[in-house]
């Protein structure tokens, strides 16, 4: 037989069976000792309880310092509640059981927050990939920068893949509207390569034909009418179009190459004929500085009569280079405006109906004024001061229109 032994949560009776108290005030047999004192017993025995301490404090301090899943946590609980319910150990189970509750009521909150977490989390994922879906349609309905808008497609599927995924018919909706608008991007740039080939197609065909045109021309000698169709035939390579890159550029060598042959045998013809007009230009310049002695012009009749002789010359003296038309004929049209003008001056001096007028007007104003000065000296003599002043003043105006009108009527004398 062994003494009996007790604890402040347990004992052991003398038969060596070990209890642990309940919380209700009872007793639970949590196991039997038969190897040694009861001392000893208990002990063990409080060793396991110390065991379940140990796992509940590892636990606790995992809940409060790391990101432990709830589920896990709740998992571990239950299995420590049922360790702690059914434990062969001695000490204050009941108070374990307390930990657990307030450990699971922690565990509770935790997943709360980690629900309001994801919920936040996957509201956000929701709002970049509505993001995302908008950007791809507005890519698919308006981008005409066909490479830019395929690449931005591209990082818009990875922008989707990298984000949180969301409940699962939201997620189905909006990757089907995203599907659709990278579908529709494709078929709308896979048209307008298609029409743009064919636009391409044309512009080969209608600039092949101006390229037959214009070498068919490149050896005229009909210098301005041939320059005047090459002209036009560029009008309408600008406006045909583009062809495709190698086929554009070998036209376009073989059109510049017909224009080059044409122009470089045009310059030269110019040139050689502008070498042979050199003399007539010498001869112009001797009779501009004959005809520039005619200026100012004094006898209008001599200076009429040199210039028809001069004109005639300068019909005579044939054409002159291009570089120096311009300026030649600039300097006679100068001279022949002079005596124009000089012209114009003579015939309205010697007018007879002119001069008739200009004397006429002058009769007149000093008529009036011979009336006026009589009217004033009246007004005087009756003391009308008003009338007076009245007649002063008309006097005035007739005195300076008489001084104009002799003017004028001197010139035709």
């Not at 108290?21 to 000893?40: C, I, N």
């Not at 301090?61 to 049922?82: C, K, M, N, Y």
């Amino acid at each position: 037989m062994v003494s009996s032994a007790t604890d402040p949560h347990g004992r052991v009776d003398e038969d060596g069976t070990v209890y642990v108290k309940t919380a209700d005030g009872g007793e639970r047999v949590v196991g039997s000792w038969q190897a040694g004192a009861p001392e000893e017993a208990l002990a063990y025995f409080k060793r396991k309880y110390e065991a379940l301490v140990t796992e509940i404090e590892l636990l606790e301090q995992r809940v409060r310092t790391t990101d432990l899943a709830p589920a896990q946590a709740e998992q571990s609980i239950a299995r420590l509640r049922e360790s702690v319910t059914d434990a062969h150990a001695v000490g204050d189970l009941d108070a374990l059981a307390r930990r657990l509750d307030s450990l699971g009521e922690l565990v509770g909150k935790r997943r709360e927050e980690v629900r309001a977490q994801r919920e936040h989390a996957r509201h956000e994922a929701r709002e970049v990939k509505e993001r995302i879906v908008a950007e791809a349609e507005r890519i698919a309905a308006e981008e005409t920068h066909w490479k830019n808008g395929g690449e931005r497609l591209r990082q818009l599927v990875e922008e989707w893949k990298a984000a949180d995924r969301i409940d699962r018919p939201t997620e189905t909706a909006l990757w089907k509207r995203l599907s659709a608008a990278r579908n529709a991007f494709t078929k709308r740039r896979k048209a307008y390569f298609a029409t743009l080939e064919d636009q391409r197609e044309q512009a080969r065909v209608e600039k092949e034909r101006l390229v037959v045109e214009a070498e068919a021309m490149s050896g005229s000698t009909d210098w301005s009418e041939t320059a005047a169709a090459y002209r036009d035939l560029m009008r309408r390579w600008k406006s045909a179009g583009r062809a495709g890159r190698d086929t554009e550029e070998e036209l376009w060598a073989r059109f510049k190459g017909a224009q080059d042959t044409f122009f470089a045998a045009r310059a030269a013809a110019y040139a050689e004929r502008d070498h042979e007009l050199r003399g007539n230009a010498e001869v112009k310049e001797h009779i501009l500085t004959e005809a520039e002695r005619l200026l100012p012009v004094r006898d209008v009749r001599h200076a009429r009569q040199a210039l028809r002789s001069i004109q005639e010359r300068w019909e005579a003296a044939g054409p002159v280079p291009r570089d120096s038309r311009d300026r030649l004929e600039g300097r006679l049209r100068k001279i022949e405006d002079a005596v124009r003008a000089a012209e114009e001056a003579e015939w309205r001096r010697t007018n007879p109906e002119a001069r008739a007028r200009a004397e006429a007007t002058v009769g007149q104003l000093r008529s009036s004024i011979e009336q006026l000065e009589k009217r004033l000296a009246k007004a005087r003599d009756a003391g009308r001061d008003k009338d007076a002043k009245d007649a002063e003043e008309a006097l005035a105006a007739r005195r300076a229109w008489l001084e104009e009108a002799e003017r004028t009527l001197a010139e035709f004398s």
